[in-house]
């Protein structure tokens, strides 16, 4: 098997959520962000993390499952991370398994766009299934984080 695909104990696996509002100016926004999937995706990796991350608008939602002391740290640093604010944990909790097990970290789109699916190989970093081959479990998770980051209604 080519996948470095992460392990779970037999307890199950460690899962956060957590809904935040961007901090990053929109000028520097593309670059930013980026650069916060690559080292993300690097760093997940590293740790045997897997997940998701959705920015609409300016809300960031985020899975992310593993160990869960790595994940608790890993959710620490990003409490202080000047990109955040009005950090707030929507689910934490032990589960059965990893929705997002092929997944270092993967990019939720809005409605209508395109996921950005990626899978951790032992060799990097590589595209994954297209949208139609999720699992049930994986498309329940993921329009719980589009339902937690609400949709700009109009502008200030």
């Known amino acids: 098997m080519t996948d470095a695909t992460p392990s779970t104990d037999a307890g199950g696996t460690f899962r956060l ?10 000028e520097q ?5 980026r ?7 690097y760093n997940n990796k ?7 991350l959705l920015l609409r608008d300016d809300t ?11 994940v608790r740290d ?7 991370d000047s990109r955040h604010e009005a950090v707030e944990v929507l689910e934490t909790g032990t589960v059965p398994g990893r929705v997002f097990v092929r997944w270092a970290m993967a990019r939720v789109s809005d409605d209508g766009e395109s ?22 479990e994986q498309e329940a998770v993921l329009q719980s984080m589009r339902d937690a980051a609400p ?3 109009g502008t200030p």
């Open 17 to 26: 959520v957590y809904r935040s509002r961007s901090r990053i100016p929109e």
């Open 29 to 33: 926004r593309r670059q930013e962000l």
């Open 35 to 41: 650069n916060l999937f690559n080292q993300a995706r």
């Open 46 to 52: 590293q740790h045997q993390l897997t997940g998701a």
């Open 60 to 70: 960031f939602v985020q899975t992310l499952e593993g160990d869960e002391q790595v």
């Open 74 to 80: 890993l959710f620490a640093r990003i409490e202080r």
């Open 115 to 136: 996921d950005i699916n990626l899978i951790a190989h032992v060799d990097g970093i590589a595209p994954a299934a297209h949208r139609g081959d999720r699992t049930p």
């Open 151 to 153: 949709a700009r209604t």
